[in-house]
């Protein structure tokens, strides 16, 4: 499958994605981790990436294009792939649009996710993230705990709130989505390929969406 999955912070899009690649060992892909390993790697790619991300500038849209160009000609993209927080803005959908076609590849579907203001808020207020860098897996306080004492089950490592997981962060976040991400859903109805799923189980999510591409 190669979907696309949108949605405010929060709305469930990580949880998804990695249902889909447990299903059909499609890939997913989010541009936060291309640029952090390009970096780690000392691609030619990710030195260029670097020297943006030092200075705390945002990196150019011309350079994630090519940092994505190179991740789709990567073997574990044959099988499919899952695109999780990409793109965020118009130019980017547009951009994604030419390169896609530049490659011959094409969507199946463009997922997006409409979960309640208030579902939102939960689930991110309650999230705890491991500190080790090495690990970073994910807990909720209510329906996946860390231990009792607050650390990390898989390597023992205390567990934190993310500062952008804070009410006010949240706030902030949902409307720089509204304000820049959300016009895509216009986007991609527009070219044909937008779903909307209300639903807020990854069950019921996850089995949509296979039934959208004719999976069974």
Same mark, same amino acid.
Not at 39 to 45: A, F
């Given at each position: 499958m190669r979907i696309i999955l949108l949605g405010a912070p929060g709305a469930g899009k990580g949880t998804v994605a990695k249902a889909l690649m447990a299903y059909d060992g499609s890939v997913q892909i989010s541009t936060g981790d291309i640029l952090r390993n390009a970096?780690?790697?000392?691609? @030619?790619?990710g030195k260029k990436a670097q020297g943006y991300m030092g200075r705390g500038e945002l990196v150019p849209d *011309?350079? =994630?294009? @090519?940092i994505m160009e190179s991740r789709f000609g990567e073997p574990d993209c044959e099988q499919g792939f899952i695109l999780d927080g990409f793109p965020r803005t118009i130019p980017q959908a547009e951009a994604l649009k030419k390169l896609?076609?530049?490659?011959?590849?094409?969507? *199946? $579907? $463009? $997922?997006?996710l409409d979960v309640p203001r208030e579902v939102i808020l939960d689930r991110l207020t309650t999230r705890r993230t491991c500190s080790n860098p090495d690990c970073q897996e994910i807990y909720n306080i209510k329906s996946k705990p860390p231990t009792e004492d607050g650390r990390c089950k898989k390597c023992g490592a205390p567990v934190v709130q993310r500062d952008d997981e804070t009410e006010e962060a949240i706030t902030k976040r949902l409307e720089t989505y509204n304000e820049k991400t959300a016009p895509l859903i216009d986007f991609y109805r527009k070219e044909g390929f937008l779903k909307t799923i209300t639903s807020t189980s990854?069950? @019921?999510?996850?089995? =949509? =969406?296979?039934? @959208?591409i004719g999976s069974t």
């Open positions: 970096v780690k790697n000392k691609t @030619e790619l *011309d350079l =994630i294009m @090519e896609l076609q530049k490659l011959h590849l094409k969507l *199946d $579907v $463009v $997922v997006n990854s069950d @019921e999510i996850v089995s =949509i =969406i296979r039934r @959208e």
